[in-house]
């Protein structure tokens, strides 16, 4: 069976706290299988998975945030900004896909954008935030 995993989970950076990396390890199980309904051809599956993904994306998020704010983390809104640019962005991208069916779009994202992204906002915003809020436990 041909793989067509985005990224695999140890190449997922590990952060300090180990529910972050819990919630990261998710996230890109998520991804993958999106990735496997694509290569499917399975569209509702497809869907279900990001409105999963999207669900998964907010809780996880929102989860950082309150951390940052309640230890008041120096660089909040340095990494709450990426948070805000993220989420809406893979709102659009989930937005377009279901009014227009458009794979092309959505794969490019999936397969291509996300994850440089996330192996970037994971080994530089949530490294960091992880770090600092360890130190303070
Ligand atoms: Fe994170
Ligand atoms: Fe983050």
Not at 25 to 50: F, G, H, P, T
Request: hydrophobic share 45%.
């Amino acid at each position: 069976m041909k793989n067509y995993n985005v990224l695999e989970l140890d190449q997922v950076p590990q952060v300090a706290m180990d529910a972050m990396n819990a919630v990261h390890q998710e996230e890109l199980m998520i991804v993958n299988n999106i990735s496997a309904a694509i290569a499917d051809n399975d569209n509702i599956r497809i869907s279900k998975l990001c409105d999963q993904w999207l669900e998964h994306t907010i809780a996880h998020f929102a989860r950082e945030n309150t951390l940052m704010e309640t230890h008041a983390f120096p660089a909040f809104h340095c990494h709450h900004g990426e948070h805000i640019e993220a989420l809406a962005g893979l709102e659009a991208i989930i937005n377009d896909w279901k009014e227009s069916t458009d794979i092309e779009a959505l794969t490019n994202y999936v397969r291509d954008t996300w994850p440089g992204w996330y192996i970037n906002h994971i080994s530089t915003m949530d490294t960091i935030t992880s770090a600092f809020i360890k130190s303070c436990l």
